[in-house]
């Protein structure tokens, strides 16, 4: 690391002081967090994690300011998980799938068919079902889960002609590698395939898969539809994110600064959460505008693949049926 002269002074400063004048107030003053994001700059969980920043350096006038650091520049998920349990690293934006391979009841996040909608998974995020499935984090993770953020309802684009879920039978499969993303997939005779993302485009352009599932936000940004024949909504899976605080580095923080950080960030994931809804109608437009065939499966029936899916699950995560409840209602 370059010292550079704002650094030696304070570090000059600190080691000249008597060491009973340097209170805990005083050396933490002022402090840079470093936020560790997977997703790509320009993202929209990006551009939260930035408002974030901007307005908590604001707010203190430059005394706690955020460095963000993009695109897994300080590792994947897992490892960006093992330094903020160290302390090493301040801030991690994480996946629900990440979280819920830890962690079982989190994972209930990601079930299917919670909700048929961007809009519904919008509200569903913000009731206290899915927030209580925070709460386990600093216990079972050594984190503090601050909220949920979201990407809007995922599509298959697949290269194949299909016209319903049950035409992913014998189809390999991008997935998102959590669990219940493969249990779901699997049901429907699907063999699901782990690829890394950036990798996702040629893999389809080559055909090492057939299909692939994401966020629309996602596959527009990398024009899955120029490499498929078909695009369909499942109207099933989302995929959240928690932004997560090491609870080593959150123990050294007053009431105050905590408070604070819980409200920015809340402030930015309700700016994330209506963007991702707003554009996503957008892109569905754009979409629709492009050669591909976009099915329709609002008469497809959902409830066999449910019933499947929460007889594995259900014991592994009886949270899922609360979240089912609320999110008929919304």
């Not at 805990?24 to 990006?46: D, F, M, Q, V, Y």
């Not at 391979?101 to 569903?124: D, E, F, G, M």
């Not at 809007?152 to 992913?168: A, E, H, Q």
Request: glycine residues 6%.
């Amino acid at each position: 690391m370059t010292l550079n002269r704002r650094h030696f002074l304070q570090t000059s400063a600190v080691a000249a002081a008597p060491l009973a004048f340097v209170t805990p107030s005083r050396a933490a003053a002022a402090k840079e967090l470093r936020l560790g994001i997977i997703t790509p700059a320009g993202h929209s969980w990006n551009r939260a994690a930035l408002q974030f920043g901007e307005a908590l350096s604001k707010a203190t006038n430059g005394r706690l300011t955020v460095t963000v650091f993009h695109s897994g520049q300080l590792g994947n998920e897992s490892v960006m998980m093992q330094q903020m349990q160290s302390g090493a690293l301040d801030m991690g934006w994480i996946q629900a799938a990440e979280l819920g391979t830890r962690v079982s009841s989190v994972a209930s996040i990601n079930a299917p068919y919670l909700v048929r909608s961007t809009p519904a998974v919008a509200k569903l995020v913000k009731t206290p079902a899915a927030l209580k499935l925070l709460e386990v984090l600093p216990r079972e993770t050594g984190c503090v889960g601050l909220g949920w953020g979201i990407t809007g309802m995922r599509v298959v684009f697949s290269n194949k002609d299909i016209k319903t879920p049950n035409d992913l039978k014998g189809l390999k499969i991008r997935i998102n590698p959590t669990p219940v993303y493969r249990d779901f997939y699997q049901y429907f005779g699907a063999a699901p395939t782990p690829i890394p993302t950036p990798a996702v485009f040629d893999a389809m352009t080559n055909g090492q898969v057939d299909g692939l599932e994401a966020d629309v936000e996602f596959s527009w940004n990398q024009r899955f539809d120029k490499v498929s024949k078909v695009m369909m909504p499942m109207n099933a899976l989302f995929m959240p994110f928690a932004p997560l605080f090491s609870g080593r580095v959150w123990a050294t923080l007053d009431t105050k600064d905590r408070d604070l950080i819980r409200q920015l960030t809340t402030q930015a994931l309700d700016a994330q959460i209506n963007d991702i809804v707003t554009t996503e109608a957008g892109l569905l437009e754009k979409f629709k505008k492009e050669s591909i065939a976009i099915r329709d499966l609002s008469n497809f029936d959902t409830k066999p693949a449910i019933d499947a899916f929460d007889k594995i699950w259900l014991p592994k995560a009886p949270q899922i049926a609360e979240l089912r409840a609320v999110g008929a209602k919304l």
